[in-house]
């Protein structure tokens, strides 16, 4: 540790600088947490230089007012935020504290829990030990096999491992060692598949580059065992006792069924997750487990990207499409391009997961940039490819948002005893309240978006904001009494075919429904168990998903999506629909998957039913070079806020004038558009407007 009287802080405020403090009677370190006295209250920053002077007179400089001992940041971490704060264009300190926990942004200590694990005395004469101890006896031959045993995992030995390890503490052949406290996992008893040539092929590709930085893009088709070739892969880069993997998830509902899956298949690596659902306390005890080096596996979503990790040396990127890796607020940052750039700085392989890869992933996949991997048929044998049909909605009228032909479809399941999934990207009971009178409909006074229908709560509610209110009696306009729900969600789905089909056990997963913590996961027990026969699903349910019994996909109301402005729109409609797809006929039973649409020969269907991501991604790659769109080039996008639209239109117009005044010289290699309003105009009481520069 150094001595240093100057300490460079970061503090979380909207500042791109440090500001120097006095170390005073405290020694510290890079990394280190302190807290300091600014602008009249207290702050936790982060030390991140030590310094022999200041730009400012040291008469003037305050001493910081604790030093807390654990460092929260090693350097690799610190570089990695580094890169982050000047690429995103982030302030380093809001960067910096954004990426810990909750407790560890507080101004008191943060309190883990502690558990103990033993290990033999070094020069011990075990034969002192009581021939009739059976139980002594195998633990101590478990010690002679690891070089450390915590609690977890002496209870596989025998239930009364406390009482023995007493007793051999008692005769001087154990030590006692303060360890952090890691979930245990129980050994799974089921033989692990036996995998196909393609699998084989592609674990053994990147086993054979696992000491150098080197991007993997695992394409397989939705069902063909890609889980099973991280979990391999994971099995022999873990046989380093010290390696640590970090496994990356776009939403928490993927991380219990992958958690359980690796717990089940890696149980002898003690492993933790990181999301939003666990409590602080979990989340500080999880955290610690991986920055310590205790934990070998952490699953986690996007913000687990920054999570240090002393001894890493392999990172996972399930489902690598997912628009959910992508931060909207804050520091605006991609987790998929930090974990690749994490993995550049620490010169360790990264593999990137889909059926349904995002361009830029494809983009350089075919550029040779990343290796590609191919699974192109199903791992359960006998399993095939769903069949994929478009009813159309024009011949086929939907009543009710369902078609006769899908209505059909699922009373022929429920007669088999088969399982369905009716997948519509919409919570709520219906999208807007409706006057046909006045033609008024129900408004976010904070947003300019619709106010959602929510029934059973008598709640109008703004899934942006969070804003809601109650359902008004009559038009708040014209006073018409019959104003009524406009439109299909999930609320409504669900009412509609109680009704339709009584004796169905119908199940609706949405963020609406699955609010406690292990909601989720009992709902899909349940339909593992056959408790369930008609699944109504958002995005949630989309993906990452094994349901052996589903023969059925259901796919309501896309049509909207072929009208967005964004011009990902057609990549990410065609992925969201490939993932839910590949929740039919998983296991040996057939799948069927009925789209409802009025636009039954447009390309992206005709891509859908032939199932050719390869086909229809070379088209989007055409088609973005032509326009000179990304991947092909790049975007960037700056956004501003204010409460009057005068004042982001003025500014957006000076940096529009600054920024074209700095590429005159470029031979217009950069483009700068005019300024314009996105398509929701105002958030949270906020006038937006955005300017677009292309390169």
Same mark, same amino acid.
């Given at each position: ?64 007012? *604790? ?22 264009? &982030? ?108 699998? !084989? ?28 070739? &991280? ?53 500080? !005890? ?34 690598? *499409? ?11 940052? *991609? ?83 088969? !399982? ?269 407007? !955005? ?5």
């Amino acid at each position: 540790m150094l001595l240093c009287p100057i300490l460079q802080v970061a503090l979380d405020v909207p500042l791109k600088r440090t500001f120097d403090y006095l170390a005073g009677d405290f020694v510290a370190r890079i990394g280190n947490r302190v807290i300091v006295s600014f602008s009249g209250r207290s702050l936790v920053g982060v030390v991140v230089g030590l310094a022999d002077s200041s730009d400012f007179p040291i008469e003037k400089l305050k001493s910081v007012s *604790h030093v807390f001992d654990e460092l929260v940041f090693d350097a690799a971490s610190f570089k990695l935020m580094q890169f982050c704060a000047d690429y995103y264009h &982030y302030p380093l300190g809001q960067a910096l504290i954004s990426a810990l926990p909750l407790r560890l942004r507080q101004l008191k200590p943060a309190v883990s829990r502690k558990a103990f694990a033993y290990s033999l005395l070094p020069n011990v004469d075990i034969s002192q030990t009581p021939t009739k101890k059976v139980v002594l006896h195998r633990i101590i031959t478990a010690l002679q096999a690891a070089p450390m045993l915590g609690g977890a995992e002496l209870a596989f030995i025998s239930s009364s491992w406390k009482k023995a390890i007493l007793e051999l503490k008692s005769l001087g052949l154990v030590a006692e060692h303060e360890v952090l406290a890691v979930k245990a996992s129980m050994p799974s008893a089921n033989v692990a598949p036996t995998l196909n040539d393609e699998q !084989q092929k592609a674990i053994e590709q990147v086993l054979a580059l696992t000491h150098t930085f080197k991007p993997w893009l695992l394409h397989g088709i939705t069902g063909s065992g890609k889980t099973e070739v &991280y979990i391999q892969i994971l099995r022999q880069i873990l046989q380093n006792p010290q390696a640590q993997v970090l496994v990356l998830v776009p939403e928490i509902n993927l991380t219990p069924q992958l958690e359980a899956r690796f717990r089940s298949r890696l149980a002898q690596y003690p492993l933790v997750t990181l999301h939003s659902n666990l409590s602080e306390s979990e989340r500080l !005890q999880n955290w610690l487990a991986a920055s310590s080096g205790a934990a070998k596996i952490v699953i986690g979503t996007r913000l687990s990207v920054f999570t240090p990790m002393p001894n890493l040396k392999l990172i996972v990127i399930d489902e690598e *499409h997912d628009g959910s890796y992508k931060q909207q607020d804050g520091m605006r940052y *991609h987790a998929r391009d930090v974990a690749m750039v994490r993995a550049k700085q620490l010169n360790i392989p990264i593999v990137l997961g889909s059926a349904t890869p995002s361009l830029e992933t494809w983009y350089n996949a075919q550029k040779g940039q990343y290796g590609l991997l191919s699974l192109k048929q199903r791992a359960v044998e006998n399993a095939q490819l769903p069949s994929i049909f478009c009813i159309d909605t024009a011949k086929s009228p939907t009543e009710n948002g369902l078609s006769p032909i899908l209505v059909k479809a699922l009373r022929e399941r429920l007669s088999r005893g088969e !399982q369905s999934l009716l997948f519509l990207n919409r919570r709520g009971y219906a999208p807007v309240l409706h006057c046909n009178a006045c033609q008024w409909a129900s408004s976010c006074t904070r947003c300019s978006a619709k106010l959602v229908v929510h029934l059973s709560q008598k709640r109008l509610k703004c899934h942006h904001c969070g804003h809601e209110q109650k359902i008004p009696a009559q038009c708040p306009s014209c006073g018409n009494a019959d104003i009524r729900p406009v439109g299909q969600a999930t609320q409504r789905l669900e009412q509609t075919l109680k009704t339709l089909l009584p004796n169905a056990r119908i199940a609706r997963v949405d963020r609406d429904s699955m609010r406690s913590k292990d909601a989720l996961t009992d709902m899909l027990a349940s339909v593992h168990a056959g408790e369930v026969d008609i699944l109504i699903g958002t995005q949630m349910l989309a993906k990452g998903h094994d349901f052996p019994n589903l023969t059925l996909v259901g796919v309501l109301d896309t049509d909207s999506a072929l009208y967005s402005p964004d011009f990902r729109a057609s990549e990410k409609l065609f992925a969201q629909l490939m993932q839910v797809a590949g929740r039919a006929g998983r296991a040996e039973k057939p799948g069927e998957v009925l789209i409802q649409t009025a636009f039954p020969q447009y390309a992206l269907f005709n891509a859908l039913r032939s199932q050719d991501y390869v086909h229809f991604a070379d088209e989007l790659l055409t088609e973005r070079e032509t326009m000179h769109f990304p991947p092909t080039s790049f975007f960037a996008l700056l956004r501003a806020e204010s409460n009057k639209f005068s004042e982001v239109e003025k500014f957006l117009h000076l940096a529009r004038n600054a920024a074209r005044n700095l590429t005159l010289n470029l031979n217009s290699e950069v483009m700068v558009y005019d300024v314009i309003r996105p398509q929701l105009e105002r958030l949270k009481n906020m006038e937006r407007g !955005q300017l677009l520069l292309q390169a």
